[in-house]
């Protein structure tokens, strides 16, 4: 073998080397890439009806497995001339991913969300002292209270400690529009069915939605974006409450990626007021989310935090949500 042939076989050899490591490189950043916090909404109303869940505009490895639970507690106070609501909300969420190929991805969600005292009233209460922030009426009822009370409609719910809230099935599935390094875009859709057989949230009710994605990616920093659509057949869901046959969502999120096995992200979320049953609540929710993300080799730990902003009567006061994530 002569000089020049030794010369084109190691060009060719190191070629395809850097070629196959540029592959495995990408091939890695989006296997740990987990995308935007695995939170729901925590809107009274739309949290108990299906609200698009902000996603990953791009797609994951193909053959990507992943399963995940979360578990949220959340606190929801608003007391207007109209209607008043009290109590603590819980949720369980247990769900599976599944990236087909390039263009395909499905999951399948099982959340319940039910009423239990987690105490969150000491610890909303302290944060208002101490940073002078108004309780709006919040201090002068009794902490750990469950009642809901909208007049109009008839809607008197008390004392419904350990009652469930919702208990929903949704499936979700999104096509993989338009991908490149930088950017990624999908459309989903998903159904919905939420079924509680007993109690004074009996309700029985099918939904449907749509979502456009959009995410942009640059080295340690990525920007999600939402766009979604709810239908719902039922008009009543929680206690009786009437709500629109049409929602409108969409959020906007960032993440930064401080060290290998650490990201932070914000998001925020907004959702069209889901009834006209009272005025605040059909002005829309706005939700501030603040997360911290832990990455292992297979896996990763998700805490967030989630505050309304705007309007203080339409939305859950406070709520925390910790999620673990498991890749195969």
């Not at 091939?27 to 740990?32: L, N």
């Not at 979320?269 to 832990?294: K, Q």
């Not at 709520?319 to 673990?324: E, H, V, W």
């Amino acid at each position: 073998m002569n000089t020049r042939s030794i010369t084109v076989y190691l060009l060719s050899g190191g070629a395809a080397f850097c070629t196959s490591g540029y592959a495995l490189a990408d091939s890695v950043t989006r296997f740990d890439d987990y995308g935007p916090l695995k939170t729901y909404a925590q809107s009274p109303i739309q949290s108990n009806s299906l609200t698009p869940l902000m996603r990953n505009g791009f797609s994951y490895q193909p053959g990507t497995v992943e399963l995940y639970t979360t578990g949220t507690i959340a606190s929801v106070w608003a007391k207007t001339d109209e209607y008043s609501a009290d109590y603590y909300q819980n949720a369980l969420s247990i769900g599976g991913l599944w990236q087909i190929n390039n263009k395909w991805v499905v999951e399948l969600d099982y959340t319940w969300r039910f009423a239990a005292n987690n105490h969150l009233d000491n610890l909303t209460n302290s944060f208002h002292d101490l940073f002078g922030i108004g309780a709006n009426g919040r201090d002068e009822v009794d902490d750990h209270s469950f009642d809901i009370s909208v007049p109009q409609y008839g809607v008197e719910i008390h004392d419904f400690s350990g009652e469930t809230l919702s208990s929903a099935v949704t499936f979700y599935t999104s096509y993989q529009l338009f991908e490149n390094a930088h950017h990624g875009l999908s459309l989903g859709g998903s159904l919905y069915y939420n079924y509680v057989p007993s109690g004074p949230f009996k309700t029985n009710n099918f939904e449907q939605s749509i979502q456009l994605n959009y995410s942009y990616r640059n080295k340690k920093n990525t920007f999600y974006s939402l766009f979604g659509l709810s239908y719902r057949h039922n008009d009543e869901v929680l206690g009786n409450v009437p709500y629109n046959t049409v929602a409108f969502a969409a959020g906007a999120g960032y993440q930064y990626q401080l060290r290998e096995k650490h990201r932070l992200l914000a998001e925020y979320h907004i959702y069209e007021g889901a009834t006209d049953a009272a005025s605040d609540l059909s002005e829309p929710s706005h939700e501030i989310l603040l997360g911290y993300r832990y990455h292992m080799k297979h896996s990763a730990i998700e805490v967030s935090m989630i505050e309304n902003v705007f309007n203080m009567d339409n939305s859950t006061d406070i709520a925390f949500t910790l999620g673990y994530r498991h890749r195969f």
